[in-house]
């Protein structure tokens, strides 16, 4: 049997101290240690060293096969960083989101303003009343014509302005996301921004389809009355989605390669 | 140059020379070696947890390709590296500025000066 040469031993000593590493994680460490270490012998032996003592020499040079494990547990992604990276993105996310339905709340006043309470809320005419709801919006709204006209300019109220305080909650919530970024240093706060952008244009895509869905069921089977609330909003998330969307394709561009 | 004097820096290091091009820890190692004039001459084990760690972080991104007749990872920095490049270039550049303006001759002798 042909003796091991130097870079088998160190190779196997790496082997065996890593064991405790993950294994794809210690697969790769052998195959580059291996690379590496037969690159640097064949520089070794140009030199006019000697196939045995050139692996020595380059064993050397690599360094304890103990510090490398050591150095490669370090790098394991710590757990801590991670989770403050997730909840950063997620408060970034979150804000966008509901400055999102501020502005959908801005355009359904908007719709509110030229359509009327109608294009942006509806009752269905099959709904019954009952008569502690209707003193209540009647209360609300002693100018309407009677308690389903108050009952829709309740909810036309409610479209509105639950909407523009999300905005407003929205606005909070970026600030903060922007004051822990800052803390944290902008480029390493969030998660690799492939995955932020594919999560926003994924949600904002998704509420896109689906307040323009909604939009067109309310147009088909409601004539169209109070579908402002979703058309109102189908726009914004559109527009965020495609942001979003564009913001991907420009990370997706691969750098290219030079050897 | 000693290993520890290197080592809060080697994150900048290997980002700065994977910013010139992608390449294998090898050549990582021999272009910090011959960028320096020598003077960056490390334990060439070390890159690795290094580029791991970075590409954990998601600075750099890697892939097994042949090179040089050799199956070997390739790094490449992300746009996330980038950016992180960039801060960390402007706040070294910062920091050997005020250094270099505290340790200028001409200002120690104007504190001892009476």
């Known amino acids: 049997v042909t003796p091991d040469t130097p870079i088998e031993t160190y190779l196997d000593e790496l082997a065996t101290l890593g064991a405790g590493l993950p294994v794809r994680r210690l697969r790769h460490l052998l195959n580059e240690a291996e690379s590496h270490l037969h690159d640097a012998a064949d520089a070794e032996r140009t030199g006019g060293t000697d196939e045995y003592d050139a692996q020595l020499r380059a064993v050397a040079r690599f360094g304890p096969a103990r510090d490398l494990v050591r150095g490669e547990q370090r790098a394991v992604t710590p757990l801590r960083e991670l989770a403050l990276q997730v909840v950063r993105s997620a408060l970034l996310l979150s804000g966008i989101a509901a400055i999102a339905v501020g502005v959908s709340g801005a355009v359904a006043?908007?719709?509110?303003?030229?359509?009327?309470?109608?294009?942006?809320?509806a009752v269905a005419p099959d709904r019954a009343l009952n008569a502690s709801d209707c003193a209540r919006?009647?209360?609300?709204?002693?100018?309407?014509?009677?308690?389903?006209?108050?009952?829709?300019?309740?909810?036309?109220?409610?479209?509105?302005?639950?909407?523009?305080?999300?905005?407003?909650?929205?606005?909070?919530?970026?600030?903060?996301?922007?004051?822990?970024?800052?803390?944290?240093?902008?480029?390493?706060?969030?998660?690799?921004?492939?995955?932020?952008?594919?999560?926003?244009?994924?949600?904002?895509?998704a509420a896109a389809a689906w307040?323009?869905?909604?939009?067109?069921?309310?147009?088909?089977?409601?004539?169209?009355?109070?579908?402002?609330?979703?058309?109102?909003?189908?726009?914004?998330?559109?527009?965020?989605?495609?942001?979003?969307?564009?913001?991907?394709?420009?990370?997706?561009?691969?750098?290219?390669?030079?050897? | 140059m000693k290993?520890?004097?290197?080592?809060?820096?080697?994150?900048?290091?290997?980002?700065?020379?994977?910013?010139?091009?992608?390449?294998?820890?090898?050549?990582?190692?021999?272009?910090?070696?011959?960028?320096?004039?020598?003077?960056?001459?490390?334990?060439?084990?070390?890159?690795?947890?290094?580029?791991?760690?970075?590409?954990?972080?998601?600075?750099?991104?890697s892939a097994w390709e042949p090179v040089g007749g050799r199956r070997r990872r390739v790094y490449r920095l992300t746009a996330a590296g980038r950016a992180v490049l960039a801060e960390e270039r402007g706040r070294w550049r910062a920091l050997v500025t005020a250094v270099e303006a505290v340790l200028r001759p001409a200002r120690l002798a104007a504190v001892g000066a009476p």
């Open chain 1, 211 to 259: 307040t323009l869905g909604m939009g067109l069921d309310s147009v088909a089977v409601e004539a169209g009355r109070g579908s402002g609330q979703w058309f109102s909003a189908a726009p914004v998330a559109l527009a965020a989605a495609a942001y979003f969307a564009i913001r991907l394709v420009r990370e997706l561009r691969v750098q290219p390669v030079m050897h």
């Open chain 1, 109 to 121: 006043a908007a719709v509110r303003a030229i359509g009327g309470d109608g294009s942006v809320a």
């Open chain 1, 137 to 205: 919006w009647l209360a609300l709204h002693p100018h309407a014509a009677s308690c389903r006209a108050a009952a829709v300019a309740d909810w036309a109220d409610e479209t509105v302005y639950y909407r523009l305080a999300a905005g407003v909650a929205g606005v909070l919530l970026v600030t903060v996301a922007l004051v822990l970024i800052r803390r944290a240093g902008r480029a390493r706060a969030l998660l690799d921004p492939r995955v932020v952008d594919t999560i926003g244009a994924g949600a904002f895509g």
């Open chain 2, 3 to 61: 290993v520890d004097r290197v080592k809060g820096h080697l994150d900048l290091l290997l980002l700065g020379v994977l910013a010139a091009a992608p390449g294998h820890g090898y050549a990582v190692i021999t272009a910090l070696r011959e960028r320096s004039d020598g003077a960056l001459d490390l334990t060439e084990g070390a890159v690795y947890p290094a580029l791991h760690r970075l590409e954990s972080a998601g600075l750099l991104a």
